[in-house]
């Protein structure tokens, strides 16, 4: 379901894509959206994976560095069915990981020192699994092609809020005679500045969350252990509020838990500090689903596989 999920949402990226571009230059300007987001696919598809790595102060670990580790992502990855992934750790505090690369032969796989204090064995055997899922489904590549797209719609966007700016495009209109300056023009560069960039976020945070259920179904199917994932999800939730990441913004969505949210005030109370299982309104804006409904799912996960 959630494979289907993502390919629709993809084909309506693809469409807002070209829908910017047409109504910022008809034919041409879709023939350069997709140029941009061609150009800008071909650097990510290359190079995002060592972005990655670098923005998180990653540095790759031998067996012989950590071989607890290793052994687990050997496990793991053998249980998958993939190459082992590179394996890297960050020296922070704050329990995550994420994994990155263009394809299961060039992967890598990221933890903190945070998780690695933070989770027994089995738990973090299960966000290992949960990690060589979005290896094994190609998550990052699609995530990659999703941003990329979104950043070009963006780029558009600018484009047409220049172009209003400074009075429009000029010459020959849509509506039969007032050119870019007539209502139908306007509306389309409203439409392109403003609208456009929303709705493409909002459909790239939910292709992201549900290739985050798709690799906690994967990831569960694999290890064996759906509950140990849930309980480390858990962990991690409350983990993170109380010692959040710093991170860019652009790769929150790699980490298994948003890295992003802010700590807990002193004066809050136990309930305050319990993590929301979010809903409504905010969801929408959230790259990661609430992590009570990801343990509720894995939970109810059927165990005779």
Same mark, same amino acid.
């Not at 259920?213 to 109380?242: C, F, I, V």
């Given at each position: ?98 994994? #990155? ?5 060039? =992967?890598? !796989? +990221?933890?903190?020192? %945070?998780?690695?204090? /933070?989770?027994? $064995? ?17 998550? #990052? ?5 999703? =941003?990329? !797209? +979104?950043?070009?719609? %963006?780029?558009?966007? /600018?484009?047409? $809020? ?144």
């Amino acid at each position: 379901m959630n494979t289907i999920k993502t390919f629709v949402l993809m084909l309506v990226m693809s469409g807002l894509l070209l829908l910017a571009g047409f109504f910022l230059g008809g034919m041409t300007g879709i023939i350069i959206a997709l140029v941009i987001s061609l150009g800008i696919n071909f650097f990510a598809y290359w190079s995002s994976d060592k972005l990655a790595l670098r923005m998180a102060h990653a540095y790759e670990v031998s067996p012989e560095d950590d071989r607890d580790l290793h052994q687990i992502v050997d496990e793991q990855a053998a249980r998958a069915g993939i190459p082992k992934p590179k394996v890297y750790i960050i020296k922070n505090d704050s329990p995550n990981a994420f994994a #990155t690369g263009r394809n299961p032969n060039h =992967a890598a !796989i +990221a933890v903190t020192t %945070g998780i690695k204090r /933070l989770l027994n $064995r089995e738990e973090l055997g299960g966000v290992i699994a949960h990690e060589l899922a979005h290896v094994g489904n190609r998550d #990052t590549l699609i995530m990659t092609t999703v =941003a990329t !797209i +979104a950043m070009a719609i %963006g780029f558009i966007a /600018l484009i047409a $809020r220049f172009s209003m700016f400074f009075g429009g495009f000029g010459g020959r209109g849509r509506g039969g005679g007032g050119g870019y300056g007539s209502i139908i023009g306007i509306v389309g560069l409203l439409v392109v500045a403003i609208v456009l960039p929303i709705v493409a976020t909002l459909v790239r945070l939910s292709i992201s969350r549900a290739r985050e259920y798709q690799a906690d179904s994967t990831g569960a199917r694999t290890s064996g252990n759906p509950n140990a994932l849930a309980d480390a999800l858990e962990k991690l939730e409350m983990g993170s509020l109380r010692q959040p990441m710093r991170v860019s913004e652009g790769v929150a969505h790699l980490y298994i838990v948003n890295p992003l949210k802010g700590a807990p005030s002193e004066g809050d109370s136990s309930e305050e500090r319990a993590p929301k299982s979010g809903g409504g309104f905010s969801k929408l804006f959230s790259s990661h689903p609430p992590i009570p409904e990801r343990a509720r799912r894995l939970r109810n996960m059927r165990t005779d596989w």
